[in-house]
């Protein structure tokens, strides 16, 4: 646990409530949270204000809902058939449910662009922070690349990403 966020605070789902769904995270998993935690408290550092945390840790059978429809639009992307061999190569890049990556907002400190935008001017390292509409997502993948998107939503509310300016 750290200062400002909770194990709990971290794997609440409510569609997982509501479904019944059993999102606990393995002993790996819980390794990968401790270090997104303290992550979290630099971010929080920075901003100077609460965080509230949307989403972070999400198990499989969470993900497969709450992706249906990027996965659909990713398998479209690359040529892919639903199977369960796309999804396994689909689910592999997700950072969610290896512990890695938190969706959060920031009121005090103002609108998810100038959260991402101090964020990425910082020097606190990530893998990936995505404007995402009316949310930041943030991820600590090992791979740290430094890379900064934002979404845009089509009709149906499936995300496609570009590099920001």
């Known amino acids: 646990m750290t200062h400002h966020f909770t194990l709990p605070e971290l794997t609440f789902s409510q569609e997982a409530t509501r479904r019944g769904i059993n999102n ?9 949270l401790a270090h997104t935690r303290e992550k979290l408290e630099e971010v929080r550092s920075l ?10 840790y ?14 659909a639009a990713w398998c479209k992307r690359h ?10 190569i689909y689910f592999m890049t997700k950072a969610h449910p290896q512990g890695f990556a938190v969706d959060f907002t920031c009121a005090g400190y103002g609108t998810p662009a100038e959260v991402v935008k101090a964020i990425a001017a910082s020097g606190i390292k990530f893998d990936q922070l995505i404007e995402e509409g009316t949310w930041v997502h943030i991820s600590f993948s090992p791979l740290m690349r430094q890379r900064v998107l934002y979404a845009k939503f ?3 509310g499936t ?6 300016n």
């Not at 999400?58 to 996965?71: G, M, N, T, V």
């Not at 040529?79 to 396994?88: F, M």
Request: with cysteine; aromatic share 8%; net charge negative.
């Open 24 to 32: 606990e995270p393995s002993k790996q998993i819980l390794v990968e």
């Open 47 to 56: 901003l100077g204000y609460p965080m509230h945390v949307n989403s972070g």
């Open 58 to 71: 999400r198990c499989e059978a969470l993900e497969r809902i709450l992706c249906a429809k990027d996965y």
């Open 79 to 88: 040529g892919h058939a639903l199977t369960e061999v796309s999804w396994r």
């Open 154 to 156: 089509g009709p149906d």
């Open 159 to 164: 995300p496609t990403y570009a590099k920001t």
